[in-house]
């Protein structure tokens, strides 16, 4: 590799490098992209950095996990989620960790979330009629706080709490410099992770009397919710989470169960507000459903096959995680290229999602693309909104779930349309999110 030369790119200034670019340009990777193909330098967070763009990339980055890369984040992201979050987590301590995490979205977990989840957006669909014009971001960022803190740490209504408050601090901070004053974003998100941590550990520790009680109401208390079931997992040497390292752990599900999903459900009113045609073809295929008698329940959910493409097309045309950071573990080479130990690599979401080799017109809504039979293992690792390998989400069928779930009860009883004179550009730190927040009138369909 001694002759090998680094990618193409520019540092940018020292220290900040590109930084605020990355940030504040939507299409940066694009515009980069453009000028130096699919493998270019920059210097972001910090740090020399390296885009890893397209299918072959994401294979050689999940493939090579803990042999070239190891788990990084910017400062900001590395200080608020935690070193004990499985996000921070690598080698043997994250395949562990992630072994126990997993159990709170077994398919028997996932099935006793259904009926709360089902609760809460009816309740929310109720209430958004009433109100009859809205902002929905902010109105679904409720929405999925409430079903993330009733499913994850049994709190009813926890966008009301001062949970909400500290959390919506703690998530704005996550990609920002981190300055640690009071009044930058980055200060106010450390001080709100203090307090959240303390919320939680009040919630665990109730959860865990109630577990030590053993009586059959305490068990049934405490059978449906992620805290419970992750006070009870243990691992192959029969260790528990600590305390500790719960509350890191249940915060970074907060965070993977709420503010990613609440981008891809605005992302699926805007688009379908904007298609009416796939709006339509997914109200008929409920209203077969409806015709049948079918609720919505867990074997239902398997008979929406058009439903399932509009979702995993609104994942590829609008994904909530623009890409994912990794630091390089050892020198090791690229497509030709040399890529030096302790430089940053981004693996991009969004530009795999436009790769016109694999999707025909990238830049058209179309479900029917999920619908086709079309090679399968030539979209592996081209469609990869939820990461891949041993880091791909832990929550994606929660997920999955969730959208599901609130797109059928959606189309089944009502409509929406985009008020005029609002701007419907994203914003995209940090999850995508239309600039004006979406302003609708909803109103019930019968």
Not at 70 to 94: F, I
Not at 145 to 157: E, G, P, Q, R, Y
């Amino acid at each position: 590799m001694e002759n090998l030369q680094t990618p193409q790119g520019e540092l940018g200034l020292p220290i900040i490098g590109e930084t605020l670019n990355f940030l504040l340009d939507p299409n940066y990777a694009l515009k980069k992209k453009q000028q130096y193909g699919n493998v270019f330098k920059t210097r972001i967070f910090g740090s020399p950095s390296v885009f890893m763009i397209g299918a072959e990339a994401n294979q050689f980055i999940f493939a090579n996990e803990n042999k070239y890369f190891d788990v990084n984040w910017p400062a900001s992201t590395k200080a608020l989620l935690g070193n004990m979050s499985l996000a921070m987590q690598s080698g043997h301590t994250h395949t562990s960790r992630r072994k126990l995490m997993v159990q709170a979205f077994q398919p028997r977990a996932l099935a006793s979330y259904t009926p709360e989840i089902i609760s809460i957006t009816a309740q929310y669909f109720q209430r958004w009629e009433q109100m009859g014009t809205l902002t929905w971001y902010g109105e679904i960022r409720d929405y999925t706080f409430d079903v993330a803190s009733k499913t994850l740490v049994n709190t009813s209504d926890g966008s009301q709490t001062k949970l909400s408050k500290y959390f919506y601090d703690w998530a704005d901070g996550l990609f920002s410099i981190p300055l640690q004053l009071p009044w930058t974003k980055f200060g106010k998100a450390m001080q709100a992770r203090k307090q959240i941590r303390e919320l939680l550990g009040e919630t665990i520790q109730a959860r865990q009397q109630l577990l030590d009680r053993g009586d059959q109401f305490s068990k049934e208390a405490i059978a449906k919710d992620a805290i419970a079931i992750l006070l009870n997992a243990e691992d192959e040497q029969g260790h528990k989470l600590s305390l500790d390292e719960l509350k890191d752990q249940i915060l970074v599900l907060l965070f993977a169960g709420h503010e990613t999903l609440t981008s891809a459900i605005a992302s699926f009113c805007l688009l379908l507000a904007q298609h009416p045609d796939v709006c339509d073809r997914a109200r008929a295929e409920q209203m077969e459903l409806i015709q049948s008698n079918s609720e919505i329940n867990a074997d239902t959910l398997k008979q929406m096959p058009y439903l399932d493409a509009v979702m995993k097309e609104v994942l590829r045309f609008v994904p909530p995680v623009g890409g994912a950071f990794r630091k390089t573990k050892e020198d090791f080479e690229y497509k030709g290229f040399l890529i030096p130990q302790g430089w940053t690599v981004i693996y991009q979401i969004n530009q795999s999602h436009q790769d016109e080799a694999v999707y025909s017109d990238p830049d058209t809504f179309n479900p029917d693309r999920f619908l086709e039979n079309t090679n399968d293992r030539a979209k592996l690792f081209s469609y990869v909104p939820f990461g891949g390998g041993m880091r791909e989400c832990l929550g994606k069928e929660y997920a999955r779930l969730e959208m599901k779930i609130f797109g059928a009860m959606l189309l089944r009883q009502y409509r929406w349309e985009l008020l005029p004179n609002q701007n419907l550009s994203l914003i995209k730190v940090p999850t995508p999110h239309p600039r004006d927040g979406l302003k609708v009138r909803f109103y019930c369909d019968h």
